[in-house]
């Protein structure tokens, strides 16, 4: 594993530095050593080997003398000239003992040696002795060679000493080399202590070997000292390095606590009395990089937390100062947004909406005369939280704050109304948390902008339904060019003669996810996001493409469909629907647009210039949901529609029964009927319903009593199936 | 020591009685030159013992045998007096020329006969350096060859073995047969090839 710290990094470092050096001067030391025992043994070696050849050719001379003496005996001459072989047997054994030979041969000048063979073969023997060294059985031998004459050179007589270890010990002691005789040449010669002196020429040698052991001692124990020696700078050193390294360690150990806590948001003074300069720099450098941490974090705690245009809490600020209360206190929060703000800053600039915002401010802790927590939590949005234990509670505070906003707020240049409304929500009840409570309040205002008495509480659902319209909305664009919108055709009836003389169109939205959604629900998230030309285009072409397939199987029909009020306010569209009709050979007066009366009134210059072009491009045009909402009988004469659409409530409020909804329908039929237009009632559900409408004269019905609403394929069957025609009831 | 058996045969040829006639033996080495102071030895096959007194001397003077090579006739007597002023002891180990001289003090003069022709190796038992060798020829046919490597016989007609003295093997050696002719005088020319000489 490799060191990590910084300290045994140094120590290490060092260390291995010095045990470099020291195993390097170690080395040099330990081979000079070697060397010079080598030399020592290689001198006392030559030395040896002198003596030994000296000892053994002293000895080898001996022998000879006393050989030559032998050999001159009258009668050993006389027995070997007589050359009977038992003599010369008996003669060498008994002679050669006389000169304490171990062995002796008889090498007669011709024939055969005795005994025979002789373990040596001198070749050409001249003179007239001669030392031999060989192998005799396997042991090695001096052998002397002495001629014998008589006075011829009758033969020789050899004469074999063996070189025994008593040989060799006393060779051993005079030299002080161990002397081995061997047969062996070569091995054991590469040793610096080792010599092979040879013998003679026959392969014999003397393996002389120095006594190393007393000398190589000595050098080992001179090797250890020196390791002992080298041993003790090693770990002084490792020691001094690891000293030395803790007094920069440490100080860096302590910087990084100092950062920790720095970390943790604690600025204390950094001490480090006796830390190395370097490292004394780096710390005042943390240390002011702390300070000035403290000072920024401060200055941002200031800005998070208050509002500098009204020295008001902050929407953080007003969430930490509730969240300081204890939990499960009854709490209420009012949400108080100034939508006029937006175009007093647009109009008189930023700061005069600031001055509105912060008189407002002034205005509500004087209503409140209660302890609050008062914060600017958006651009025109005051918060309010206090301890409140009920809806009426909150309720009657609200409204008092209401109607002190209620009262025009004198502004440089002129005076603004404010027209406030606040969103409540009360916890425990709505939520725990000041986030929650805020959020749900935010909710609450979208009910009050739309109630006059400009005030709601949080009712539960209500963001849940705010999340749906989003993922509803985060739906649509796909749903748009994937086929999840798909258009459903409801048969619309001639009472007259029971043809199917139209259909209406309505969008249908499968969603995997979300389900049914209808389009009185996405169609107005459509127009805030602004997708309702996107989506009236979609519906268009889907429509007018299948009544082209209507055309080309033979069903001739009309086709309704809605517009919606933003529809009337784009100018486009009549363009765009000519194009289409004309694309898809459409003729105009089969087609009928359907308007809710709503949707007229929204910008009536504005529509009613669309309504004169789609009109002049020969569509019909139908009020839709007559008799419901808001109703005006002005318009009504005003616009040149073609056809009535009497509103499903009172279709079915007949089916129920009573005179007073037969009376409206009977007024409203005979109000089309005076205008001249079509009359068409949906929402028929029933034979009861259908009596009286037939009786009134309504023109068409439309509704489940005749079929639901079916996808195209659906309505061409059911169309086909019954040849375009209804069975009208017999009564 | 090499054993020569010189006498593996006896030839009888003619009577001694024939008249004799001169022999002239040319010995020439390997080189083609004349080999002088060699000695040869005719054979005729038979022994021809020298008369009982023919006598021969080898003294023994300045501790050496003095001549150190010399041939006689089979039968003949060989004295040995000791001219030195200290006894001798002589003897000859050679197979079939066996014999011994017992210790004799100066100014003795003991002798041996030899009545079997081959080369006789003497020593002294006392004094290893004195050597001589005695040729005991089996006729009276031998001699030296000459500064000019030749040697004169008168000898009977006949047919001979001519041996020459290896010094060498102390021995006598073959050189060839020659044959004597009785109307005129014979000239042998041999070789000295088989006939080594000791350095």
Same mark, same amino acid.
């Given at each position: 594993?490799?060191?990590?710290?910084?300290?045994?990094?140094?120590?290490?470092?060092?260390?291995?530095?010095?045990?470099?050096?020291?195993?390097?001067?170690?080395?040099?030391?330990?081979?000079?050593?070697?060397?010079?025992?080598?030399?020592?043994?290689?001198?006392?070696?030559?030395?040896?080997?002198?003596?030994?050849?000296?000892?053994?050719?002293?000895?080898?001379?001996?022998?000879?003398?006393?050989?030559?003496?032998?050999?001159?005996?009258?009668?050993?001459?006389?027995?070997?000239?007589?050359?009977?072989?038992?003599?010369?047997?008996?003669?060498?054994?008994?002679?050669?003992?006389?000169?304490?030979?171990?062995?002796?041969?008889?090498?007669?000048?011709?024939?055969?040696?005795?005994?025979?063979?002789?373990?040596?073969?001198?070749?050409?023997?001249?003179?007239?002795?001669?030392?031999?060294?060989?192998?005799?059985?396997?042991?090695?031998?001096?052998?002397?060679?002495?001629?014998?004459?008589? *006075?011829?050179?009758?033969?020789?007589?050899?004469?074999?000493?063996?070189?025994?270890?008593?040989t060799a010990e006393r060779l051993s002691a005079l030299s002080g080399l161990t002397v081995r005789f061997t047969a062996a040449d070569g091995e054991g010669t590469s040793a610096a202590h080792e010599r092979l002196l040879p013998l003679g020429d026959g392969g014999l040698h003397a393996l002389l070997t120095a006594?190393?052991?007393?000398?190589?001692?000595?050098?080992?124990?001179?090797?250890?000292?020196?390791?002992?020696?080298?041993?003790?700078?090693?770990?002084?050193?490792?020691?001094?390095?690891?000293?030395?390294?803790?007094?920069?360690?440490?100080?860096?150990?302590?910087?990084?606590?100092?950062?920790?806590?720095?970390?943790?948001?604690?600025?204390?003074?950094?001490?480090?009395?006796?830390?190395?300069?370097?490292?004394?720099?780096?710390?005042?450098?943390?240390?002011?990089?702390?300070?000035?941490?403290?000072?920024?974090?401060?200055?941002?705690?200031?800005?998070?937390?208050?509002?500098?245009?009204?020295?008001?809490?902050?929407?953080?600020?007003?969430?930490?100062?509730?969240?300081?209360?204890?939990?499960?206190?009854?709490?209420?929060?009012?949400?108080?947004?100034?939508?006029?703000?937006?175009?007093?800053?647009?109009?008189?600039?930023?700061?005069?909406?600031?001055?509105?915002?912060?008189?407002?401010?002034?205005?509500?802790?004087?209503?409140?005369?209660?302890?609050?927590?008062?914060?600017?939590?958006?651009?025109?949005?005051?918060?309010?939280?206090?301890?409140?234990?009920?809806?009426?509670?909150?309720?009657?505070?609200?409204?008092?704050?209401?109607?002190?906003?209620?009262?025009?707020?004198?502004?440089?240049?002129?005076?603004?109304?404010?027209?406030?409304?606040?969103?409540?929500?009360?916890?425990?009840?709505?939520?725990?948390?000041?986030?929650?409570?805020?959020?749900?309040?935010?909710?609450?205002?979208?009910?009050?902008?739309?109630?006059?008495?400009?005030?709601?509480?949080?009712?539960?659902?209500?963001?849940?339904?705010?999340?749906?319209?989003?993922?509803?909305?985060?739906?649509?664009?796909?749903?748009?060019?994937?086929?999840?919108?798909?258009?459903?055709?409801?048969?619309?009836?001639?009472?007259?003669?029971?043809?199917?003389?139209?259909?209406?169109?309505?969008?249908?939205?499968?969603?995997?996810?979300?389900?049914?959604?209808?389009?009185?629900?996405?169609?107005?998230?459509?127009?805030?996001?602004?997708?309702?030309?996107?989506?009236?285009?979609?519906?268009?072409?889907?429509?007018?493409?299948?009544?082209?397939?209507?055309?080309?199987?033979?069903?001739?029909?009309?086709?309704?469909?809605?517009?919606?009020?933003?529809?009337?306010?784009?100018?486009?569209? *009549?363009?765009?629907?000519?194009?289409?009709?004309?694309?898809?050979?459409?003729?105009?007066?089969?087609?009928?647009?359907?308007?809710?009366?709503?949707?007229?009134?929204?910008?009536?210059?504005?529509?009613?210039?669309?309504?004169?072009?789609?009109?002049?491009?020969?569509?019909?045009?139908?009020?839709?949901?007559?008799?419901?909402?808001?109703?005006?009988?002005?318009?009504?004469?005003?616009?040149?529609?073609?056809?009535?659409?009497?509103?499903?409530?009172?279709?079915?409020?007949?089916?129920?029964?009573?005179?007073?909804?037969?009376?409206?329908?009977?007024?409203?039929?005979?109000?089309?009927?005076?205008?001249?237009?079509?009359?068409?009632?949906?929402?028929?559900?029933?034979?009861?319903?259908?009596?009286?409408?037939?009786?009134?004269?309504?023109?068409?019905?439309?509704?489940?009593?005749?079929?639901?609403?079916?996808?195209?394929?659906?309505?061409?069957?059911?169309?086909?199936?019954?040849?375009?025609?209804?069975?009208?009831?017999?009564? | 020591?090499?054993?020569?058996?010189?006498?593996?045969?006896?030839?009888?040829?003619?009577?001694?009685?024939?008249?004799?006639?001169?022999?002239?033996?040319?010995?020439?080495?390997?080189?083609?030159?004349?080999?002088?102071?060699?000695?040869?030895?005719?054979?005729?096959?038979?022994?021809?013992?020298?008369?009982?007194?023919?006598?021969?001397?080898?003294?023994?003077?300045?501790?050496?045998?003095?001549?150190?090579?010399?041939?006689?006739?089979?039968?003949?007597?060989?004295?040995?007096?000791?001219?030195?002023?200290?006894?001798?002891?002589?003897?000859?180990?050679?197979?079939?020329?066996?014999?011994?001289?017992?210790?004799?003090?100066?100014?003795?003069?003991?002798?041996?006969?030899?009545?079997?022709?081959?080369?006789?190796?003497?020593?002294?038992?006392?004094?290893?350096?004195?050597?001589?060798?005695?040729?005991?020829?089996?006729?009276?046919?031998?001699?030296?060859?000459?500064?000019?490597?030749?040697?004169?016989?008168?000898?009977?007609?006949?047919r001979y073995r001519v041996l020459g003295f290896s010094s060498e093997e102390a021995a006598l050696k073959p050189l060839g047969d020659g044959i004597a002719k009785p109307e005129a005088p014979s000239s042998w020319v041999f070789s000295t090839e088989g006939l080594k000489e000791a350095p």
């Amino acid at each position: 594993m490799r060191p990590r710290t910084l300290a045994s990094r140094f120590a290490l470092l060092s260390v291995l530095l010095l045990c470099f050096a020291l195993a390097a001067s170690a080395l040099i030391v330990r081979s000079r050593l070697r060397e010079a025992a080598d030399a020592h043994a290689q001198a006392e070696l030559a030395r040896g080997a002198l003596l030994i050849t000296s000892l053994l050719e002293q000895r080898g001379e001996r022998l000879v003398l006393a050989a030559r003496t032998l050999a001159a005996d009258y009668g050993l001459r006389e027995v070997m000239a007589l050359g009977d072989a038992a003599s010369i047997l008996e003669a060498l054994r008994n002679h050669g003992a006389r000169i304490g030979a171990d062995r002796a041969w008889w090498l007669p000048r011709s024939g055969e040696p005795i005994p025979s063979p002789a373990p040596f073969a001198p070749k050409s023997l001249d003179e007239p002795s001669k030392v031999l060294y060989t192998l005799i059985e396997g042991r090695p031998h001096q052998v002397i060679l002495v001629e014998l004459r008589a *006075p011829a050179r009758l033969g020789y007589l050899a004469l074999a000493y063996a070189l025994d270890e008593t040989t060799a010990e006393r060779l051993s002691a005079l030299s002080g080399l161990t002397v081995r005789f061997t047969a062996a040449d070569g091995e054991g010669t590469s040793a610096a202590h080792e010599r092979l002196l040879p013998l003679g020429d026959g392969g014999l040698h003397a393996l002389l070997t120095a006594d190393l052991e007393s000398l190589s001692s000595a050098f080992r124990a001179a090797e250890r000292q020196i390791l002992l020696l080298a041993l003790i700078p090693l770990i002084a050193a490792a020691f001094a390095a690891y000293r030395l390294s803790l007094r920069i360690t440490r100080p860096l150990e302590e910087l990084a606590a100092a950062a920790d806590r720095i970390a943790r948001g604690e600025f204390e003074p950094i001490a480090l009395p006796d830390a190395p300069t370097e490292v004394h720099a780096l710390a005042e450098r943390m240390a002011s990089m702390g300070r000035s941490l403290a000072e920024r974090e401060a200055r941002l705690a200031e800005l998070a937390y208050s509002d500098p245009a009204t020295a008001l809490p902050s929407r953080a600020g007003f969430i930490a100062r509730l969240n300081a209360r204890s939990a499960g206190e009854p709490l209420a929060v009012l949400l108080c947004e100034m939508p006029p703000l937006r175009e007093i800053a647009a109009t008189f600039g930023a700061a005069a909406a600031d001055r509105a915002i912060a008189a407002s401010a002034s205005r509500l802790k004087s209503a409140l005369g209660r302890e609050a927590t008062l914060a600017r939590v958006g651009e025109q949005m005051l918060a309010l939280g206090f301890a409140s234990a009920s809806e009426d509670e909150a309720l009657a505070v609200a409204f008092a704050l209401l109607a002190a906003l209620r009262e025009p707020m004198p502004l440089d240049p002129a005076p603004v109304w404010l027209e406030a409304q606040i969103g409540i929500a009360l916890a425990p009840a709505h939520g725990r948390d000041p986030e929650t409570l805020l959020r749900r309040a935010e909710a609450a205002l979208t009910l009050a902008s739309a109630w006059p008495e400009r005030c709601a509480i949080y009712q539960p659902g209500l963001e849940e339904r705010r999340l749906r319209a989003i993922s509803v909305l985060g739906a649509l664009p796909s749903a748009l060019t994937d086929g999840g919108l798909e258009l459903h055709y409801q048969p619309q009836v001639r009472l007259a003669d029971g043809r199917v003389a139209g259909v209406e169109a309505l969008l249908r939205w499968q969603d995997p996810r979300l389900g049914s959604i209808s389009p009185s629900e996405f169609v107005p998230l459509a127009e805030k996001a602004g997708l309702s030309q996107a989506l009236t285009r979609h519906v268009l072409s889907l429509a007018l493409a299948e009544a082209r397939r209507w055309r080309a199987e033979g069903v001739a029909i009309e086709l309704a469909l809605n517009l919606s009020a933003l529809d009337l306010l784009d100018q486009s569209l *009549p363009a765009q629907l000519r194009t289409l009709l004309a694309e898809h050979a459409i003729e105009p007066e089969r087609v009928t647009l359907e308007i809710t009366e709503s949707a007229a009134m929204r910008d009536p210059e504005r529509s009613g210039r669309v309504f004169a072009r789609l009109k002049n491009l020969g569509v019909k045009l139908a009020i839709d949901d007559f008799g419901s909402g808001y109703s005006s009988l002005a318009q009504l004469r005003q616009w040149p529609v073609d056809e009535l659409k009497l509103d499903a409530s009172h279709v079915r409020a007949l089916s129920a029964g009573g005179p007073r909804a037969e009376a409206i329908l009977a007024a409203s039929l005979e109000l089309g009927r005076r205008l001249g237009l079509r009359t068409v009632a949906e929402g028929v559900e029933d034979a009861a319903a259908l009596a009286p409408l037939k009786r009134l004269g309504c023109d068409r019905v439309q509704g489940w009593l005749v079929a639901p609403a079916m996808p195209a394929a659906a309505f061409r069957h059911w169309w086909r199936e019954r040849t375009g025609r209804w069975p009208l009831p017999a009564a | 020591m090499i054993a020569v058996i010189l006498f593996s045969a006896l030839i009888v040829t003619e009577s001694a009685s024939r008249s004799e006639v001169p022999v002239e033996i040319l010995l020439l080495d390997a080189h083609g030159r004349p080999r002088a102071e060699a000695l040869i030895v005719l054979d005729d096959g038979e022994l021809h013992p020298a008369p009982a007194e023919a006598r021969f001397e080898i003294e023994q003077r300045g501790l050496a045998f003095r001549p150190s090579l010399a041939a006689v006739q089979v039968g003949a007597e060989v004295f040995f007096p000791n001219r030195d002023p200290f006894a001798h002891h002589i003897y000859s180990f050679s197979p079939g020329m066996r014999f011994e001289l017992p210790l004799h003090r100066s100014g003795e003069r003991p002798s041996h006969r030899f009545s079997q022709p081959g080369v006789a190796v003497i020593g002294c038992n006392i004094h290893d350096r004195m050597q001589a060798t005695l040729v005991v020829a089996p006729g009276p046919w031998f001699g030296f060859t000459d500064a000019d490597g030749r040697l004169r016989l008168q000898v009977p007609p006949g047919r001979y073995r001519v041996l020459g003295f290896s010094s060498e093997e102390a021995a006598l050696k073959p050189l060839g047969d020659g044959i004597a002719k009785p109307e005129a005088p014979s000239s042998w020319v041999f070789s000295t090839e088989g006939l080594k000489e000791a350095p």
